[in-house]
C-alpha cells in the first residue's frame, strides 16, 4: 500500500532506472601511502572488514536490480578498489584512466584490457586523468573535475573522444580531491538533470557555474560531505549514500528520494565511499 503524500506537498515521484555497473573486491584492501588526505599508512585497516562492507554494497544493488560486473583484483593494487577511477565510459566507448600516481598507475592498463575484453572500443587516454573520480555524465554534459589529480587538458580528451561538452570544475579542498567526493549526480537524464554538491569544495567561478545549471542542486553542507555523504550513487529514485550522511539523507526524502544508508567506514581509510567503489558502464545506444 503507498500512502498519499502529504497535503500541500508537491514531491515528485521519482523513476529508477537499472544500471550496469562495475566493482572490484576488496582482496587486497589496505592503506600503504599516502596519496590523499584521508591515508594514514601508519593506523591499522581490516581487509576482512572491508570485504564485508563491500558486500554489503554489492548486495544492494543487485537488490535494486542493478547488473554489477566484476573485474579481478589485482596483488599490489590495494586501491583497485576504487574502480570509478578505472576509466569513463559512454556509447560503447571507453576512455581509459592515466593515474597522477605512479603507485596507481597499474590499474590504467588493467581496467583498459578489461574494457577491451567486455567489448568497449577503447580510446586510450593520452593525458592524465582519473575516469569516472573526475567525469560526471549529466544529462548530455560531462562535468569534470580538476586541481588535484585529472588535468584540464584530458577534458579537451575526452570532448574529442565523446562529442558532448566537458564542463571544467576546479576543486580547491585537498579533502574532496576528486570530483565525485563534491557533487553526486541525482537524475542523470533529460530536463530532470539535476546534482548535489558541497560547495566550498569549488572554486568561485565553477560555483557560478554549477549554480547556473542546476538551480534546483541539493546543496550539501561539511557535516554530511565530511563522510564523503556526497560520494553516492542514484538510479534517479534509490541513492546509495553513507548512513553517515544524514542531512544529506533528510534533504534526499523531502525531494522524493529513497535514501539507502551503508556503513563503508573501512573503505573511507583509503578516502573512498559508495562511488568510489563504482563504475558505470555504459554500452551502445
Ligand atoms: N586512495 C584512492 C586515491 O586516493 C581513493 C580513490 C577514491 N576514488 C574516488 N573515485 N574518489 O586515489
Known sequence: MSLPAPAGSAVTERKAVPRRLLMCRPEHF?????????????DPTDTSVALGQWQTLYDTYVALGHDVELIDPIAGLPDMVYAANGGFTLDGVAYTARFTHPERQPEGPAYGDWFAANGFRVHEAQRINEGEGDFLLVGDVILAGTGF?????SHAELAQVTGREVVTLRLVD??????DTALAVL???????????LPLAFDEASRAE?????????EVG????????LNSISDGRNVVI????????ASLRERGYTPIGLDLAELLLGGGGVKCCTLELRGDR
Open 242 to 249: 553513507a548512513s553517515r550522511a544524514t542531512g544529506f539523507e
Open 174 to 179: 585537498p579533502r574532496f580531491y576528486h570530483l
Open 222 to 229: 561539511i557535516e554530511d560531505a565530511r563522510w564523503l555523504g
Open 149 to 153: 589529480r585529472t588535468s584540464v587538458e
Open 187 to 197: 537524475d542523470p537524464t533529460g530536463a530532470d538533470a539535476n546534482i548535489a554538491y
Open 210 to 218: 554549477l549554480g547556473r545549471r542546476y538551480p534546483d542542486a541539493v
Open 30 to 42: 589496505t592503506v600503504a601511502y599516502r596519496i590523499n588526505p584521508w591515508m594514514n599508512p601508519e
